[in-house]
């Protein structure tokens, strides 16, 4: 099963990582395992995802800069509306990262 590393640059992914390497540096992880759990988390988000977001979300906005490599997605929205079935919000900028969820699975 192959893996994107997207979900690394998370808040969870970040902290996850701030806190492996501090485990490597203090040799209470040898580098071999925590890239054991770093690859393992990747697994977990996009099963996680997969099985227990339900929710639909309809995004508006200005198309700034859009790219597709190795088959990856990058859309950089300006003043972009998120709009979910009771709620709204106005973001100034965001970046999305998708990919075809199929390639998870080869």
Sequence with gaps: ???FELYRRSTF???L???LD???S??????????QVLVQFDKSMAEALESQVKSKVTIKGHLHTYRFCDNVWTFILQDALFKKE?????VGRVKIVACDSKLLLQ
């Design 22 to 24: 501090e485990m490597v």
């Design 86 to 90: 009771d709620s709204q919000e106005t």
């Design 13 to 15: 992914g970040m902290c």
């Design 26 to 35: 203090n040799c209470t992880l040898s580098p071999e395992h925590a890239i």
């Design 1 to 3: 099963m192959a893996t």
């Design 17 to 19: 990582t701030e806190a």
